[in-house]
C-alpha cells in the first residue's frame, strides 16, 4: 500500500472481523493508537492485545519484581477501557528485547491463536522521523511482527506450533503500523478519543514518573496535539495514522 499522491491519508480498509496488536511495552497503544481501536471495538470488531514485555524497566524508583505486575494491571484496565479483553503477555526482558527466531515464533503463535485479518504493530524503523530516536524494544518488536504476519502461515516455519495445536493462519490481509513517519492511512479518531484519553489515563503510575503536569492535562494535551495534527491530512477530522502494509 501507498501514500495517497495528494498528500492527504486513505481511511483503513474496514472489511474486516478480527485485529491483534503486537507491541513491545505497556502503553504502547494508548500513545495515539487506542482511539481506533475503541472505534473499532464499538463497530463489532474484535482486538487483542499482545505485549512482548510487561514493562518492567520502565520506573526507575519501582524494583521490575514490583513494576511488572503493577504495569500489567494498569494495562489491563487500560484495554477494557477500549473494549478489549483479550491481553496476553509474552515475558520477553524489558529493555533487552532481541529481534530474532524466538521472538518471530512467539509472535506467530500468537497470530496463529488469534487468526486476525489485521495485525497492528508500532514503529519499527530507527527513528520517529527526523532525529527522534526510537527504542531498541520498539524495532525489534515491529520488525518481528511484520515478519510474523507471514511465519504463521508456512507450515514449515515453527512446525513445533501445529503440534502445540497452533495450525497455521495465512489470513493476515494487512500489518497496520502505529508511529510511522510515512503514514498511508488514518480513522477517524472522534469517536474514539475521549476513550482513549482514560485508556491512557490507565497508566497513571507511569505518567506520574514521566511529567510533573497534572495527568489528564498532559494526557488530553498530547492525543489531542496528535489527532489534529493528522487530521491535517484526513479532511480536518482528528485522526489515528497507520502506514498499512498488504500481503
Known sequence: MTES???QLKPMPDDWQRAVAVVAHPDDLEYGCSAAIAAWTDAGREVAYVLATRGEAGIDTLDPSECG???????????????????EFL????????????????????IRKYRP??????????TWG????N??????????TL?????????????????????????????AVAGSASPTHAVDATPGLERAVRSLLEHRTYIEVLTDEDPETYVRGVLSGYAESTGERFGGKPAVAFELFGR
Open 5 to 7: 499522491t495528494d498528500g
Open 69 to 87: 505486575p503493577l504495569r500489567e494491571r494498569e494495562q489491563r484496565a487500560s484495554a477494557a477501557v477500549v473494549g478489549v479483553s483479550e491481553v
Open 91 to 110: 515475558d520477553h526482558r524489558d529493555g533487552v528485547v532481541e529481534y530474532g527466531t524466538a521472538l518471530r515464533r512467539d509472535i506467530a503463535a500468537a
Open 117 to 126: 485479518e489485521l495485525v497492528i504493530t508500532l514503529n519499527h524503523r530507527d
Open 130 to 133: 527526523g532525529v527522534g530516536w
Open 135 to 144: 527504542t531498541p524494544d520498539h524495532v525489534a518488536v515491529g520488525r518481528a
Open 147 to 175: 515478519d510474523a504476519a507471514a511465519d504463521a502461515g508456512n507450515r514449515w516455519i515453527f512446525p513445533e506450533l501445529a503440534d502445540q495445536g497452533l495450525e497455521p493462519w495465512n489470513g493476515v490481509r494487512w500489518v
